[in-house]
């Protein structure tokens, strides 16, 4: 279990324990905090000792009497911020010291139109160095690499990623799919969100804010000017050259009539 993943746990746990509003959980409930505390205070005190002294501390109790109070979850969660923000702050720092990529989340089942959303991703200026795509040849995962899941996992951790989301049905039914979602809300990674064909925005549910800024790849009163600010921050972020309008505007109704002849 990676830090960040860890981090989010803990203080999941501690949520509920300061929402069940009674001094008891269930027999699950207490095995997860008694085991993700555990392992917070393994991975963290080295680096956070007094922090880590007083959780301990305070979990030692609870888990010994099987009740807390709610001055009690709240001091560990007290201690537990000020490990996150400063490991958030760390990460920070981190991430922009990693190369810049775009990464393609995606159902296989979808492949005809992602196909044509990496060809037109390759016109703006991405290649296998700045674009991830596991489905599309020159942009997957190279021959030898070894597991899937370990390289995906490489991706996550040795780049700052921007993630495409390419929700549809297809997408929600893959576990694969849904774990690279998780990933890339645990990570805190920046990420778009664009609607395939007969998927609808509120059927987004998840990790995935649905009131985050998307757009519908058939809703064709919105969708020239929602791709054009889209193709506006892939090259701000992976710092393109900017494309001549001319082929801009030709390579994206290019791009519209193949999805539309999809359809």
């Not at 400063?86 to 989340?105: A, C, G, H, M, R």
């Not at 597991?147 to 993630?163: G, K």
């Not at 690279?180 to 998840?206: C, H, N, R």
Request: charged share 25%; glycine share 4%; net charge negative.
């Amino acid at each position: 279990m990676q830090d960040g993943e860890l981090l989010y746990r803990f203080k999941r746990i501690l949520n509920l324990m300061q929402g069940l509003g009674k001094l008891c959980m269930g027999t699950d409930g207490w095995k997860e905090f008694q085991d993700i505390s555990q392992l917070f205070i393994q991975r963290f005190n080295d680096s956070f000792p007094s922090e880590c002294r007083v959780i301990n501390t305070y979990t030692e109790k609870i888990l010994s009497h099987k009740k807390y109070s709610s001055d009690e979850v709240d001091f560990i969660r007290y201690m537990l911020d000020i490990v996150s923000e400063e490991y958030e702050d760390k990460e920070k720092i981190t991430q922009n010291q990693k190369p810049n990529k775009l990464f393609v989340s995606h159902s296989q089942k979808d492949i005809r139109i992602v196909e044509k959303f990496v060809d037109l991703l390759n016109r703006i200026g991405l290649n296998r160095g700045t674009l991830f795509c596991s489905s599309v040849p020159g942009f997957n995962i190279r021959q030898g690499s070894g597991d899937i899941f370990d390289y995906l996992r490489a991706e996550f951790d040795n780049n700052n990623l921007f993630v495409v989301f390419m929700l549809s049905k297809n997408y929600y039914e893959s576990a694969a799919c849904l774990n690279e979602m998780g990933a890339a809300w645990v990570l805190q990674q920046q990420y778009q969100t664009i609607l395939l064909p007969e998927f609808e925005f509120e059927d987004i549910k998840g990790a995935i804010n649905p009131r985050d800024i998307s757009f519908k790849l058939n809703d064709k009163y919105n969708r020239t000017s929602a791709i054009g600010e889209f193709k506006d921050n892939v090259i701000n972020f992976l710092q393109l050259d900017f494309m001549d309008s001319s082929v801009w505007d030709y390579s994206r109704e290019r791009f519209f009539n193949e999805i539309d002849n999809i359809l």
